[in-house]
């Protein structure tokens, strides 16, 4: 499903180039979930964002289904983000003067262009209804951001993610601002998504606990992955 070949990146301070990712190399297969663990400053938050295509690599290959993506034009990573791959942040992005129900509706807003989205807004607004009755939030449906918990906001953004039906959910420390009740809650969520929905999941987080509950878990250090486990190796380790 997603491939990365040699990928490298720097940033400059200062006329200094830091360098932050050295050559990752990384797989993961279709309905895969996988949480990729480290320290701060270890480049996952970075490998992350240039598996969406929000940066690009200073070289290396990155391939999306067979297909080179890190290479495409703003246009077309711009339509892969839109339709293919679902984001998830640390601090929701949520619109504050919209509704629960109206932040899930945003990306098909942004897709269709008015007319479309007019033509066909029961369906969409069926489908928003029945992605926050599946996170929990069907009776907050008229909600707006700052009348949400921390939780109730990040299942919000859940529900947006999917909403376009991605291929790929990527996690950005989706757990990382709420509480250890509402992080079970939200991790425990993911995971039943991945299987209701046959989706490929990849979450970055620095909780070993949470990572526990991917698939398979991969160790980044100093910019290059160092280790690859199963579920029940992890387990067994973090024991």
Not at 42 to 52: A, M, N, P, V
Not at 57 to 65: H, K, M, R, V
Not at 70 to 98: T, V
Request: hydrophobic letters at 40%.
């Amino acid at each position: 499903m997603l491939l990365t070949k040699g990928i490298t990146k720097s940033y400059t301070k200062k006329r200094l180039s830091i360098p932050v990712l050295k050559g990752v190399n990384f797989s993961v297969g279709k309905g895969e979930f996988v949480s990729i663990v480290g320290q701060s400053g270890s480049g996952k938050s970075t490998f992350l964002h240039l598996l969406g295509t929000l940066d690009a690599p200073d070289a290396g290959e990155i391939y999306f289904d067979g297909e080179r993506i890190d290479s495409l034009s703003a246009a077309r990573r711009d339509l892969l983000r839109n339709r293919s791959i679902g984001f998830i942040f640390q601090f929701y992005h949520l619109l504050p003067e919209l509704t629960a129900l109206e932040n899930v509706l945003a990306p098909l807003m942004i897709r269709s262009g008015l007319l479309e989205y007019w033509l066909n807004r029961r369906k969409y607004q069926a489908k928003a209804r029945m992605l926050l009755e599946q996170v929990g939030l069907s009776h907050r449906l008229k909600h707006k951001p700052n009348e949400l918990s921390g939780g109730e906001m990040q299942r919000t953004a859940i529900a947006r993610a999917l909403i376009s039906e991605p291929q790929i959910l990527l996690a950005d420390e989706p757990t990382g601002n709420l509480d250890a009740a509402s992080a079970k809650e939200v991790i425990q969520l993911l995971r039943e998504l991945c299987t209701l929905h046959k989706l490929t999941v990849i979450m970055v987080t620095h909780d070993y606990e949470i990572a526990a509950v991917a698939d398979r878990t991969v160790q980044m250090f100093d910019g290059v992955v160092v280790e690859s486990r199963t579920r029940s190796a992890f387990s067994e380790s973090a024991a």
